[in-house]
């Protein structure tokens, strides 16, 4: 039985990302019941805990509101250490704000180029022993600084110990491919190269980088979301079966999908800017960091062997939405085949969840005319619904595995991608509120792409009547 972290440390406590995203994931943790352990924030910032109780609440009056109950019962488990992260000191001081508890947690929310200092100052005052590591995106820039991280979080905890976040993962409607395919009978007998044509996937911004040019200019499309979040629906959606539902029997099956990916060509990929990015604040005046990127790849196993593989995601592109489309292979039938169009199931992941199959059927009025409908199951995430930071810090303190990169998983995507980043490959500029580049053309799903509509149940597809 695995035992359960009886004390979270986060590192970073006074930055971005614990304002917008980790102190309302605490608060819903311990809302649910599923918080009751001390809590230490770990930061260099001058503060003492009053300063960070109040930091708690203003990020809960702006994401997402304050539970009276739920917040009193948070400040009540909360600590704090002020330190910096290069002075053994500061652990020293973590090691007694810990006091009894011998199987923290410690999450570091900071930048990757402290992780070693960290890691290495938490082996030396034994506040690892015991412990697990929680670590934030990006592991690594490329496949050299992937293995090098590794290697640093390895030298200290057990590859069991560390559990890498990527939030994505932690979103019920990607795990609900999963549940898709592998709780309906159904689906087994079409789910293969015999039937399916082509696959596209599109993750679909209509925002642009919001104050984050400096971070998003030394990081691009490709790593910032495709290696991660892209590749992890990827392989939800093309693993086998696997022999049990244990968190590495899972993942067991998900490197095996990355291992018969061969790397990216250059042919096989358009890499987009969009007009105006150059002028944000932190972006380089000529930039060529991607804000779009599309990609053709294979899956050279027994299921997918010459099924093409379409990626696309984007910045300032007209819609929020991620969505899966799957075109099946014409039915060899004595309709004329001007008159069909492929049927299709779609997964919208969001910004609602939608399962639909796209079919042909008789359009009114006399005579062979056929139309294009689709059968669709769909609902909104619920309000109570839990957030994906909540999930895997719920599921990291638990010992559970399942929502988390493994160290060969991270090695895998980085060696699929890693070619093309290094070539100096073409940026193309985009106007904002379109799908792209023109030259997007070159790296296209037979047919077109399927460009998803928000609000609408029906998808418009080129050439075909939405």
């Known amino acids: 039985m695995t035992t359960h972290s009886d004390a979270l440390v986060f590192f970073g406590a006074t930055g971005d990302l614990a304002y917008k995203k980790i102190f309302p994931a605490l608060q819903a943790m311990v809302k649910r019941g599923h918080l009751n352990v001390p809590v230490v924030g770990v930061a260099k910032a001058g503060w003492n805990l ?16 304050v539970d009276p109950t739920a917040f009193e019962k948070l400040i ?8 910096d992260y290069q002075d053994a000191a500061t652990f020293t001081a973590l090691r007694k704000a810990l006091e009894d ?32 590591v929680i670590v934030e995106k990006p592991f690594g820039h490329d496949l050299a600084s992937a293995q090098e991280l590794n290697k640093v979080l390895l030298g200290a905890f057990d590859e069991g110990d560390v559990f890498r976040i990527d939030h994505y993962l932690g979103k019920r409607a990607v795990n609900n491919v999963l549940a898709f395919r592998f709780a309906n009978t159904f689906v087994e007998a079409f789910w ?6 082509s696959v596209q996937i599109t993750m679909a911004e209509d925002f ?40 590495e029997s899972v993942r067991d099956e998900k490197v095996k999908v990355l291992k018969a990916i061969p790397p990216i ?19 380089a005046k000529d930039s060529q960091t991607e804000t779009f990127a599309t990609l053709k790849l294979e899956i050279n196993s027994w299921r997918w062997k010459g099924v093409p ?37 779609r997964l919208r992941l969001s910004p609602e969840v939608t ?11 006399e005579g062979l005319s056929l139309q294009t409908g689709e059968m669709v199951a769909s609902h909104s995430p619920r309000a109570d619904e839990m957030d994906a930071y909540e999930r895997v810090l719920g599921a990291a303190m638990a010992g559970d595995s399942s929502l988390f990169a493994r160290e060969d998983y991270v090695e895998e995507a980085w060696r699929i991608v890693e070619p093309v980043l290094k070539k100096n490959t073409p940026i193309y500029q985009y106007s904002p509120n379109t799908w792209g580049p023109d030259e997007v053309e070159r790296v296209t799903p037979p047919g077109g792409w399927q460009n998803p509509i928000v609000g609408h149940e029906a998808p418009s597809v080129a050439g075909q009547a939405a």
């Not at 009053?50 to 509101?65: F, I, M, N, P, V």
């Not at 995601?313 to 001007?338: C, H, Q, W, Y």
């Open 50 to 65: 009053d300063q960070l109780r109040a930091r708690a609440h203003d990020s809960l009056e702006k994401h997402g509101g």
């Open 76 to 83: 009540g488990l909360l600590r704090y250490v002020d330190g």
């Open 355 to 365: 399962i639909a199959m796209g079919m042909m059927a008789l359009a009114p009025g």
């Open 192 to 197: 293969n190269r015999t039937y399916i044509e």
């Open 309 to 345: 593989f379409y990626i696309r995601a984007g910045k300032s592109l007209p819609t929020t939405s991620t969505e899966i489309v799957s075109k099946f292979r014409k039915p060899p039938t004595l309709i004329p085949d001007s008159l069909l169009v492929e049927n299709h199931l």
């Open 208 to 247: 642009g980088v919001q104050g984050r040019g400096g971070f998003y200019d030394q990081t691009g499309t490709i790593r910032d979301v495709v290696q991660n979040h892209l590749f992890q629906v990827l392989s939800n959606l093309t693993m086998e079966p696997p022999v049990g539902f244990d968190s």
């Open 265 to 283: 060509e250059e042919k096989n990929l358009v890499r987009g800017q969009f007009r105006g990015y150059r002028d944000e604040n932190g972006v």
């Open 101 to 132: 508890a011998h199987r923290p947690a410690h999450y570091l929310a900071i930048p990757p180029i402290l992780f070693e200092t960290v890691v290495g100052h938490l082996a030396e005052s034994n506040c690892g022993r015991g412990a697990r």
